[in-house]
């Protein structure tokens, strides 16, 4: 048992980054079945930015299901982007159910509900639903930590991303957004009749 963890410790020594490459942590050391990366700060004084941004968007298209930002700007921005993503989401479901809620008692307070949602709906598919972070969360309570080997950890607060699946998440967001855009025409075509 003992010259496992030693073999296992030496591997961990041969992997460990000399810059700001993407480093895949070997699955065990993650839950079973999925994989990790670490994207490492670099000193090197070669644009260490936009590296890490083309080492991130190389991990977002190969699908990983946990990556680490070490780079404190490139994670905050990251972070930023994300939040805009979920906040049209958002913005795009409840408006719609207020307005499909209000639809029923007074129609003029749900037109502009209705526009909303269709709005942040549309402005979501056209410049945020096909982008490879649309399926990443941010772990801000640290509850996957025990995913992420510690010890190939440099920075004291890195970001942690987490893959979801988010088919469900968008059938309710196009449900809900065509369901308002069906009503938001209907009631535009009745006032423009009446």
Known sequence: ?????????????????????????????????????IIHEVFDGQAPLEKGERELDKAMLARHSTIVIEPHQLGEECMRYIRVGNALHKSAVLS???????????WSWSIPFSTVSVGCAAVYHFSWQHDPACKYQVDTAGHYLHRI????????????????DDRVRKKLHNTIAGACGILLVYQLFSYATS
């Open 149 to 164: 080997p510690l010890d190939q950890l440099t920075a004291t607060a890195p970001i942690i991303l987490l893959r979801r």
């Open 96 to 106: 719609g159910v207020v307005a499909l809620g209000m639809s029923g008692f007074r």
């Open 1 to 37: 048992m003992a010259s496992t963890n030693e073999g296992d410790v030496e591997r961990r020594k041969a992997a460990t980054p000399s810059d700001n490459e993407v480093v895949p942590v070997e699955s065990y050391l993650c839950e079973e079945d999925h994989d990790c990366v």
